[in-house]
């Protein structure tokens, strides 16, 4: 399995972007699959989660209702809507995937058994 994350950049404040994530190997029907990001000295933290089939998501308290999750399952392709950036927002995003995680897991880095290399958000003022 490869995840090959993509779209990173340096935002403004309050800007926008969009990251993406290509996933290949397998079929990812059983899988729940998201993000999550890591800033210098600081721990990892979830981003966020979608269930490939069906498509219900979860998010982390630190981005609900700025950041979305969506998938294109013809083209195996996760994204990562990302409004209102701020300073904190700033981080390496990683993209996961993990085989058949309840709900209440989904949170827990442990639990993903693929993990793509990365992709640097920069927000400046």
């Known amino acids: 399995v490869q995840l090959q994350a993509s779209g990173g950049g340096l935002v403004q404040v309050g800007g926008s972007l969009r990251l993406s994530c290509a996933a290949s190997g397998r079929t990812f029907n059983s899988y729940v699959m998201g993000w999550f990001r890591q800033a210098p000295g600081k721990e990892r933290e979830f981003v966020g989660a979608?269930?490939?089939?069906?498509?219900?998501?979860t998010y982390g308290n630190a981005v609900k209702g700025r950041f979305t999750i969506s998938k294109n399952t013809a083209t195996n392709t996760l994204y990562l809507q990302m409004n209102s950036l701020k300073l904190e927002d700033t981080a390496g995003y990683y993209c996961?995937?993990?085989?058949?995680?309840?709900?209440?897991?989904?949170?827990?880095?442990?639990?993903?058994?693929?993990w793509g290399q990365g992709t640097l958000v920069t927000v400046s003022s």
């Open positions: 979608i269930k490939w089939n069906g498509g219900s998501t």
């Open positions: 996961v995937a993990g085989r058949g995680l309840i709900t209440s897991v989904v949170s827990d880095p442990t639990k993903y058994d693929y």
